[in-house]
């Protein structure tokens, strides 16, 4: 028996990395999944590779800094599948500078995704819950820089700090109606992202990519980065049956990396 048979899920920045994994395994366990996506030609590209789940799978390009795109995207699995019953919220940026050359621009790029897009697709998609009746969940990526900041990252810190906060104070409102909301805080992933973050990393401390990486590695106590699929199961198991007691926490996958 498949996990997630009938259930529908949303998830954002799912054309690569950590949404691409969440959204795959959930079609594995037998869910319905509208992957998001801003990037067009990131999702063509998936298409091959998710065929198979044909009947179980809508590719949609939404910009989730944009509320008519997050309203459009919370009608499309409606109209598709009737309801929703978990969300992923995924997709976020983040850049590389020393404090002093952040720009408002810079700011309000990380907030206006990071935080607006991510709060507002959690209430429009609990709205729909709550009227459905069903109950649900939602799950946040944070960060571990969320947790304790991080100097070249301040904005992206910032914004998963706040992540981390308005996901109890969504899970004390929405409890009542039976939706979970919960927040995965990874560290450093192998992924297309965290590329052009070691990219910038060098520039700044004038070293080579492959110093910075593995200066990285060593930070982390079980020395390797995490796998998409290591956030992935987070996900999934938070979403479960098995995790339907946990609501307003924020669950570290990064092997370590936040207690040192």
């Known amino acids: 028996m498949k996990k997630f048979k009938g259930k529908n899920v ?51 390009k939404v910009d989730i800094s944009k509320q008519e795109d997050i309203s459009l ?15 992923v919220n995924n997709a976020s940026i983040s850049f590389v500078k020393n404090m002093m050359e952040i720009t408002i621009d810079d700011w309000d790029k990380v907030l206006n995704i990071n935080v607006k897009g991510t709060f507002f697709i959690m209430l429009k998609a609990a709205k729909e819950m709550i009227k459905a009746g069903n109950g649900g969940c939602i799950i946040n990526i944070s960060s571990i820089a969320g947790l304790n900041g991080r100097p070249l990252f301040l904005p992206y810190a910032a914004s998963k700090a706040a992540v981390i906060n308005f996901t109890k104070s969504a899970a004390i409102e929405f409890a009542k109606y039976n939706i979970r909301v919960n927040s995965v805080a990874p560290g450093t992933i192998d992924t297309s992202m965290w590329e052009y973050v070691y990219k910038n990393l060098s520039k700044i401390n004038n070293s080579d990519e492959e110093t910075v990486i593995k200066n990285w590695v060593e930070r982390i106590p079980l020395k390797r980065l995490a796998k998409p699929k290591d956030i992935a199961n987070a996900i999934l198991f938070l979403c479960s049956e098995e995790g339907e007691y946990i609501t307003g926490q924020t669950i570290n996958v990064c092997g370590g990396l936040s207690i040192v």
């Open 10 to 60: 949303i998830v954002t920045g799912a054309a690569q990395g950590v949404g691409k994994e969440t959204s795959i395994m959930f079609l594995e366990e037998g869910a319905n999944v509208l992957m998001a996506d801003i990037n067009n030609l990131k999702l063509d590209e998936i298409k091959t590779e998710i065929s198979r789940y044909i009947d179980q799978v809508h590719l949609m």
């Open 73 to 87: 995207m919370i009608n499309e699995i409606i109209n598709k599948w009737g309801r929703i019953d978990f969300v």
